[in-house]
């Protein structure tokens, strides 16, 4: 069973930056997208980003501008979040899809406070 292991959460102070990364934990074959999604107390899941096999990515409209995803040659995705705002504390999960399944990670706790 491959796992998606989540890693970059924390705490940090609003205007802050964090990096997170998912990192299969075995080869993810026919992978066709991989994304981001997050999970604030009380809220439901939520899209955060999502990039293509072919590099396309697109973005929730309150990212605005100040995420970035990406993926690399060994098929990890990062999120690269710049200034963040409390709004964005959430439980953060990344999502592969492939043309047969949906992988989730375990999460990771993002929190912006001061």
């Known amino acids: 069973q491959v796992t998606l292991v989540e890693s970059g959460g924390g705490l940090v102070q609003p205007g802050g930056s964090l990096r997170l990364s998912c990192v299969p934990s075995?080869?993810?074959?026919?992978?066709?997208?991989m994304g981001w999604f997050r999970q604030a107390p009380g809220k439901e899941r939520e899209f955060v980003a999502q990039?293509?096999?072919?590099?396309?990515s697109n973005y929730a409209d309150f990212v605005r501008g100040r995420f970035t995803i990406s993926k690399d040659s060994a098929k990890n995705t990062h999120l690269q979040m710049n200034a963040l705002e409390p709004e964005d504390t959430a439980v953060y999960y990344c999502?592969?899809?492939?043309?047969?399944?949906?992988?989730w990670g375990q999460g990771i706790q993002v929190t912006v406070s001061s």
């Open positions: 990039i293509s096999s072919v590099g396309v």
């Open positions: 075995e080869t993810i074959r026919n992978i066709r997208a």
């Open positions: 999502n592969y899809r492939t043309y047969s399944n949906e992988l």
